[in-house]
């Protein structure tokens, strides 16, 4: 089945490993020689499109990573799961694959998403590449560690909102 066509990938392409998630299997090739991996990515998704066709399974083509999973199984679910569970006085989420869209999506108005790489419809903010995340964190902290001294917990959430807002706008 699915299981042994991605071993056989595993096995013909260096540095590339299977990861078996809850609700997913992927193929990572992030690690291989760039030309090979691209080549057999190509080549997995051929071989597998008639197969998860007829299973009801799609394919993700992420950033050097193949992924089949479940059409309903995806994070804009997960979120609607732990979003239905809890409540949240503050969300932000980031990513950098084509797998974050459903997460942004299902995000509310209110949460921060951010997407690295390439630009997003389904999120609020950009950052250019996955270097800057740091440095970002960094400043959001150094801010929050001068809010913390001053006011209640909800200006130091509005703080904290207008901060995240004025400083991705410069990135």
Known sequence: GILSILQMFVDRTPRSHLEVKETALAWHYRESDAWLGTLRAQQLVNTLISLCTRQKLQILQGNKV??????????????????????YDFVIAMGD??????????????????????????????????????????????????????????????????FLKDLLKTQ
């Open 66 to 87: 193949i992924e089949i999973k479940s059409p309903d199984c995806n994070k804009g679910s997960e979120v609607g799961r732990l979003l239905a569970n809890r409540r």
């Open 97 to 162: 694959d084509t797998t974050d869209e459903d997460m942004f999506q299902a995000l509310p108005m209110s949460a921060i998403t951010i997407k690295i790489g390439s630009v997003s419809e389904a999120a609020n903010y950009h950052l250019s590449a996955q270097s800057d995340v740091l440095p970002f964190l960094r400043s959001l902290l150094g801010k929050q560690k001068t809010a913390t001294k001053e006011g209640s917990i909800k200006n130091r959430l509005t703080f904290a909102f207008d």
